[in-house]
């Protein structure tokens, strides 16, 4: 056997370990989350999942990326977080960093989000 057929060989059982993107912290809007590739475990997905909530006429998004689960793919519901409760959807694909997609406007908007953030936390505590 030569050395690149045996280089193929320890190669093969990577093939179905994806590189996802996953976030450092979830990012509420309209900022994206600060993302990051790491390799995933053997079997699992890139998972997106965007949860939504009102507080009063504010409307909060979070955004959130990591890898996931096939049994997490697909899935909606409700979940609780930061003293509120969010409606929730994750969408999962199989392609290296297919959860990559950014929100438009993140940078133009950065400062007034962590503002409204900050606001936010003050409001809760």
Same mark, same amino acid.
């Given at each position: 056997?030569?050395?690149?057929?045996?280089?193929?060989?320890?190669?093969?059982?990577?093939?179905?370990?994806?590189?996802?993107?996953?976030?450092?912290?979830?990012?509420?809007?309209?900022?994206?989350?600060?993302?990051?590739?790491?390799?995933? /475990? %053997?079997?699992?997905?890139?998972? =997106? *999942?965007?949860?939504? $909530? #009102?507080? +009063?006429?504010?409307?909060?998004?979070?955004?959130?990326?990591?890898?996931?689960?096939?049994?997490?793919?697909?899935?909606?519901?409700?979940?609780?977080?930061?003293?509120?409760?969010?409606?929730?959807?994750?969408?999962?694909?199989? /392609? %290296?960093?297919?959860?990559?997609? =950014? *929100?438009?406007?993140? $940078? #133009?908007? +950065?400062?007034?989000?962590?503002?409204?953030?900050?606001?936010?936390?003050?409001?809760?505590?």
């Amino acid at each position: 056997m030569s050395a690149s057929q045996l280089l193929l060989l320890f190669c093969l059982p990577l093939a179905n370990c994806l590189t996802c993107y996953t976030c450092v912290f979830p990012a509420i809007s309209p900022l994206d989350c600060l993302k990051f590739p790491e390799k995933c /475990t %053997d079997g699992h997905r890139c998972l =997106s *999942s965007v949860a939504t $909530t #009102k507080r +009063g006429a504010l409307q909060i998004t979070m955004y959130e990326k990591s890898c996931a689960a096939p049994s997490q793919c697909g899935v909606s519901g409700q979940k609780y977080t930061s003293g509120l409760y969010f409606n929730f959807t994750n969408v999962c694909c199989n /392609t %290296d960093l297919c959860n990559g997609a =950014s *929100s438009l406007g993140a $940078t #133009k908007w +950065g400062g007034a989000a962590l503002c409204l953030l900050l606001a936010l936390s003050l409001l809760l505590a």
